[in-house]
């Protein structure tokens, strides 16, 4: 309680700010805009955006003041890193959040894997949530290390950390409205959550069908009349850019600034050489570079 009020007070312009970022410029997603501002923040938190002073006060000297980058589909696994490596990696080029479907780990240790995930990632500075694998193993003929059945899938999406299924990489099954899928995907539907995509090359009854089972992304686009097809149907298009696929030029022409909130970047896979050169920062890099509204980017 003393600590928001403490917050409120900074805010007021009552008590000093632990640290201004003084003469930035502020990047506002929420009004369009890019102005000069001094950001204010007291324990952790972004106290206020105005006029402000501080025990510590920092002269950015006219740099940008952006809101952290968002990861919105990858896997850990790739990056052969810890959760806190990973963001040792990541943080300093700007990525605040991650979303991240450790199926890898889990077709070896099944839910203990997740819960080691889940374990490693806390208390770290990089905020790291997760989707349950959908397709562990990933097909009958597979011989895996684990298992993640739908009771599974239900008890770990109790976790406040666990937002929604994992990408459903199955997609024949599921299109075919195989029982084993379906039983995995129905209390998900019933629990009102999201389920994310897997859809390659699919198009026209096949793509309704799929979408029909509660889909709501897709991160395997990679032309652009699927990226239109996909969006009339409401998908969200996860526009990948990562070390073994990279989508971005051939789906920019797509994206809009009114469709701008159906899409979002995500690396999906990104290896370790490439991670040593960035991570969300380069992909927004590339877009400006392509013409794309830095304010959309």
């Given at each position: 309680m003393n600590s928001l009020r403490e917050r409120i007070a900074v805010a007021r312009g009552d008590k000093k700010a632990d640290i201004v970022l003084k003469n930035g410029q502020v990047v506002n997603v929420?009004?369009?805009e890019i102005y000069p501002a001094n950001v204010a923040i007291y324990k952790q938190h972004i106290a206020a955006v105005g006029d402000y002073e501080g025990e510590e006060e920092i002269d950015l000297n006219g740099r940008y003041i952006v809101p952290g980058?968002?990861?919105?589909?990858?896997?850990?696994?790739?990056?052969?890193?810890?959760?806190a490596e990973l963001a040792r990696a990541v943080v300093p080029h700007g990525t605040s959040l991650i979303v991240s479907d450790p199926h890898e780990i889990a077709n070896v240790l099944g839910v203990a894997g997740i819960n080691y995930l889940l374990e490693a990632s806390q208390n770290i500075p990089l905020d790291i949530f997760f989707t349950v694998?959908?397709?562990?193993?990933?097909?009958?003929m597979e011989t895996s290390g684990g298992r993640v059945s739908?009771?599974?899938?239900?008890?770990?999406?109790?976790?406040?950390?666990?937002?929604?299924?994992?990408?459903?990489?199955?997609?024949?099954?599921?299109?075919?409205?195989?029982?084993?899928?379906?039983?995995?995907?129905?209390?998900v539907c019933d629990l009102g959550l999201g389920i994310e995509g897997h859809a390659p090359g699919l198009t026209g009854k096949q793509l309704n069908a799929y979408i029909?089972?509660?889909?709501?992304?897709?991160?395997?686009?990679?032309t652009l009349d699927e990226a239109?097809?996909?969006?009339?149907?409401?998908?969200?298009?996860?526009?990948?850019e990562g070390s073994s696929a990279k989508n971005l030029e051939a789906l920019l022409p797509a994206i809009k600034p009114a469709n701008s909130r159906f899409f979002c970047f995500c690396t999906d896979d990104m290896y370790p050489a490439d991670l040593a050169n960035g991570h969300m920062d380069n992909i927004l890099k590339k877009a400006v570079g392509l013409k794309l509204d830095p304010l959309i980017a």
């Open positions: 929420f009004s369009g980058f968002i990861d919105s589909h990858c896997h850990i696994e790739s990056t052969f890193l810890t959760p694998p959908s397709c562990v193993p990933s097909s009958d739908e009771s599974d899938i239900v008890s770990l999406l109790k976790n406040e950390r666990v937002l929604k299924l994992g990408e459903l990489t199955n997609f024949p099954n599921v299109i075919s409205g195989k029982k084993e899928v379906l039983e995995k995907i129905e209390p029909s089972a509660g889909i709501t992304s897709d991160h395997e686009t990679t239109n097809e996909k969006l009339k149907l409401g998908l969200q298009i996860f526009v990948r």
